[in-house]
């Protein structure tokens, strides 16, 4: 398994982050859909973005020396399909367990009047500007583009990775 360092930004929310019952890094994102939204094509295209984006397979362990790192996981990314007449969408938001879940829920909820895509992502893998990101990936892939050269590994491992391990010897230097 690769591991990566924390940014200065991560590990301040990974040790602010109450690992038993807060949800006070969490973001979430209510959307209204069209009466006409193909609700199993959109949940395809979800599982795509999910699938491509490897921020969102993101979790957080700490080793032998109490060193906190992070780690692509395989994620089963389940999208929960609700059918109800009345819901109170921040009842479903649960804390998450930054070693043991996945970091976000995603939820397809149709009810006699309306048809929402409701998830939440938390913040230590997320920001306004990934979760506007997100949507407009997922709007994509539902719309028929290939968004799929747009996005890549390297993103994740190189280009952000290298700068935390730099940003880091340059800060603990001896």
Do not use: W
């Not at 301040?12 to 859909?33: E, F, H, M, Q, W």
Request: charged residues 25%; contains cysteine; negative net charge.
């Amino acid at each position: 398994m690769t591991t990566y360092p924390l940014s200065e930004t991560e590990y301040a929310i990974y040790s602010g982050n109450d690992r038993n019952c807060s949800t006070a890094y969490d973001l979430p994102v209510k959307i209204i859909l069209e009466p006409n939204t193909d609700m199993e094509k959109l949940e395809n295209a979800i599982h795509k973005v999910i699938r491509l984006n490897p921020a969102l397979n993101t979790s957080f362990g700490t080793d032998e020396n109490g060193e906190t790192y992070k780690y692509h996981r395989t994620n089963n990314s389940e999208i929960y399909l609700i059918e109800t007449d009345d819901i109170d969408l921040y009842s479903l938001i649960k804390p998450f367990d930054l070693e043991n879940d996945s970091l976000y829920r995603f939820y397809l909820i149709k009810t006699e009047s309306e048809k929402i895509l409701f998830f939440y992502v938390h913040h230590i893998i997320s920001d306004l500007a990934s979760n506007t990101v997100l949507l407009s990936q997922i709007h994509s892939i539902y719309s028929g583009e290939d968004i799929e050269k747009d996005i890549s590994e390297e993103d994740f491992s190189l280009e952000g990775n290298v700068y935390v391990s730099y940003a880091r010897e340059l800060l603990y230097k001896k």
